[in-house]
């Protein structure tokens, strides 16, 4: 039996269960009645630096099970767009040793892949720490050679621009709490709410955008499920 892969989402699912174990301690505290709750705003601002720590820990899980599968599902290089071999050989041709070169004969060019990968990552990971639209289609973009993994973000009442806008909002949020913890307006638990289903959603768009793209490259029968939102986990 082929193992469907969609791990990811189930590690995202359970990433974010701690999310909403602090709604559910705000419940507790506060009771379920509709209105402002003094006290507890800390609980609110704690679960949405949880659910951006979710949704970056979820895109670099996505990036590298995809990056995994192409290389582990081609016979060549070329499974790549040429936009990743050339970002993946630029290394070696900047080399003083003009022999590093011939580290892609053979199966050579899988390492200096993985290495690719590597460096992608880090870079992500390290120097730009903030999980932005512009900052994630240069992640899948360099990785995997999809250009824009944000083009299938609508849905009914929400375009591609205004589901861009939200996250750069959301994230923009989260580094007010983390580096400032005073925000200009207060956050709420309706709020959170509103956040952690559009980050569902985005996550469950992505998946499948790379199931697509990772179809089309590999032209083998895909093992990466399609799901829909509200079935994550």
């Given at each position: 039996m082929i193992k469907k892969n969609k791990q990811h989402l189930d590690n995202?699912?359970?990433?974010?269960s701690d999310v909403k174990r602090l709604l559910e301690i705000h419940k507790i505290l506060t009771g379920p009645g509709r209105g402002y709750r003094k006290n507890?705003?800390?609980l609110n601002k704690s679960c949405i630096v949880l659910l951006v720590a979710c949704w970056e820990a979820f895109l670099e899980e996505l990036a590298t099970k995809a990056f995994?599968?192409?290389?582990?599902?081609?016979?060549?290089?070329?499974?790549?767009p040429n936009k990743v071999l050339t970002t993946a050989s630029e290394e070696l041709k900047k080399d003083s040793d003009s022999t590093k070169i011939w580290l892609l004969a053979g199966m050579g060019w899988k390492k200096v892949l993985e290495q690719h990968k590597d460096k992608t990552l880090k870079k992500f990971i390290e120097r730009f720490n903030t999980p932005s639209?512009?900052?994630?289609k240069y992640l899948f973009h360099n990785l995997i050679g999809l250009s824009d993994v944000t083009q299938f973000w609508y849905w009914k009442g929400m375009s591609i621009k205004q589901a861009n806008a939200k996250l750069d909002k959301l994230v923009k949020l989260r580094g007010e709490i983390a580096h400032k913890v005073q925000t200009p307006n207060a956050v709420d638990k309706a709020c959170?709410?509103?956040y952690m289903k559009f980050i569902y959603r985005i996550s469950v768009k992505c998946h499948n955008n790379i199931s697509n793209y990772i179809?089309?490259?590999?032209?083998?029968?895909n093992d990466w499920p399609k799901v829909r939102f509200g079935r994550v986990g």
């Open positions: 995202f699912e359970k990433n974010i507890v705003e800390v995994d599968y192409m290389i582990n599902n081609s016979k060549d290089c070329f499974i790549f639209p512009e900052k994630i959170v709410y509103d179809s089309n490259r590999t032209h083998s029968n």
